[in-house]
């Protein structure tokens, strides 16, 4: 081989080899992680100043309440204590089956259905019976009969 043709072989390799050392050291101390540099003062405060500005007292003055409306010691009248006691306590039991009828209660309309089977005479009147005896508070208005 010619020493020309050495020389451009070998020129071209070194320089490659070159540029790839400079590559490599400068993408190596890039990924060296770098420290969170402090601030060269530290913050002040400012709340004192913002005290000072305003006069702020540290406790408000409480304002009174006005009137809400609202009875100090509410009284139910007896009669709506016993309608809700006893429907709460029939809507537990729902879906209830008996003989003759079933009840479930319908949270949309706030009601109860009643499902009489045949005879639906018969049936209904033992309805009535049972809601009397066992529910008598509890008005017949609240009860939707099918």
Same mark, same amino acid.
């Given at each position: 081989m010619n020493n020309k043709h050495v020389k451009f072989v070998i020129i071209p390799f070194f320089i490659l080899v070159v540029l790839l050392l400079i590559y490599f050291l400068v993408t190596y101390g890039k +990924?060296?992680? @770098? +420290?969170?540099?402090? #601030?060269?003062?530290?913050?002040?405060p400012? *709340?004192? +100043? #913002? *005290? /000072? @500005? /305003? +006069? *702020?007292?540290?406790?408000?003055? #409480? *304002?009174? $309440?006005?009137?809400?409306?609202?009875?100090?010691?509410p009284e139910i009248p007896a009669?709506? $204590?016993?309608?809700?006691? @006893?429907?709460?306590? #029939?809507r537990k039991k729902t879906p209830l089956k008996q003989q003759g009828f079933s009840i479930f209660f319908d949270y949309s309309t706030d009601k109860f259905n009643v499902l009489l089977q045949e005879p639906k005479t018969i049936t209904q009147a033992s309805f009535s019976a049972w809601l009397i005896q066992k529910y008598p508070s509890i008005p017949l208005d609240r009860f939707i009969i099918k």
């Open positions: +990924k060296t992680p @770098q +420290k969170n540099k402090s #601030l060269p003062f530290s913050p002040s400012t *709340i004192d +100043k #913002l *005290i /000072q @500005q /305003q +006069k *702020i007292t540290p406790f408000p003055t #409480l *304002i009174p $309440l006005s009137f809400t409306g609202a009875a100090a010691d009669e709506e $204590l016993d309608i809700s006691t @006893q429907k709460y306590n #029939l």
